[in-house]
């Protein structure tokens, strides 16, 4: 099995970017010194005022201490790349596999991303490895948000773990890895590898959220941000490709339960399962997600 990428692995589209107006502009002016700090939640000294602070003012943090073996992490990496590395042909007799825009919209508007949605049972593409990592994403995201969304009313429901590639690209300028969205979770989990391309939106600004090792990422989605009535927010981020080095990452979703009510004061009652209706259908229709506005009062 290739364990490097090759041009045969590329969905073809890739391999020529098509030539589109300009949706991203590096920073042309020197970075900041000291750039603007993800915050950092030791999750062996767990407080739940701190936690609220972030999830109000970021919704966005980083996590050390969480359990997650590092062997672990580089293993499920080493798998996806070798996953990724398969002739494209063969990847697409895979239903797990995707990439671009999985419905019929501008080329403009693809993302420029391969994902793999990992299944938590044996066997799987991963092997047991994929239990185990699902566990401990599991485990994370309940110790950091289970008390909140149980003071809600709420316990988790579905889950979803995937596997992305973020492909070379030659006009970078053109195209994002994934375009400046909020996850429909109530919390997302991601591993990225050392390359770097995830930015989080602070006010007008683009922050880039460089890869620290050892620590994973801890998003604030649209659901908990409904369920607390607006207390946490979900972050707006996006994912920038670049021309030289592919990127890889791991990224877990909770979910609610299907039909169980968010009953917050800023919305009308909604279940989880009205939510994800109308994001797929704003994307058939639009092309883009409109969220939680349609639900707010
Ligand atoms: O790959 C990443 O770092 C982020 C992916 C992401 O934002 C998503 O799947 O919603
Ligand atoms: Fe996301």
Redesign the pocket.
């Known amino acids: 099995m290739p364990t490097t990428s090759t041009d045969s692995s590329y969905p073809p589209l890739f391999l020529h970017p098509p030539q589109t107006t300009t949706r991203y502009s590096p920073p042309t002016q020197p970075l900041p010194t000291t750039p603007p700090s993800i915050p950092l939640i030791d999750l062996e000294n767990l407080s739940s005022p701190s936690i609220i602070a972030v999830c109000a003012d970021h919704g966005l943090f980083r996590l050390t201490n969480h359990g997650l073996p590092l062997p672990l992490s580089r293993a499920m990496h080493d798998r996806a790349r070798s996953l990724f590395s398969l002739p494209f042909p063969s990847k697409l007799s895979d239903p797990s596999y995707f990439w671009g825009t999985p419905v019929a919209s501008p080329v403009e508007n693809l993302n420029w991303v391969e994902g793999l949605h990992i299944r938590h049972d044996d066997p799987n593409p991963f092997g047991p490895i994929a239990a185990e990592y699902g566990a401990h994403v599991a485990r994370i995201s309940r110790r950091v948000f289970g008390a909140a969304a149980e003071a809600e009313g709420f316990g988790f429901g579905s889950d979803s773990l995937?596997a992305?590639r973020?492909p070379v690209c030659a006009n970078p300028e053109g195209f994002f890895?994934?375009d400046a969205?909020t996850?429909s979770s109530v919390v997302?989990i991601?591993d990225?590898d050392g390359v770097g391309g995830?930015q989080v939106k602070r006010g007008d600004e683009w922050v880039d959220v460089e890869p620290v090792e050892g620590t994973l990422l801890v998003i604030v989605g649209d659901m908990l941000q409904a369920m607390s009535n607006d207390v946490y927010k979900s972050a707006v981020?996006r994912?920038v490709v670049n021309r030289r080095t592919e990127r890889l990452?791991i990224?877990y979703f909770v979910f609610p339960e299907d039909d169980a009510i968010i009953d917050s004061p800023n919305y009308r009652p909604f279940t989880y399962r009205e939510f994800r209706a109308k994001v797929q259908e704003d994307i058939k229709s639009i092309g883009r997600k409109v969220g939680l506005l349609h639900f707010r009062l």
């Open positions: 995937r992305y973020y890895g994934m969205h996850d997302s991601v990225q995830l981020h994912v990452s990224c």
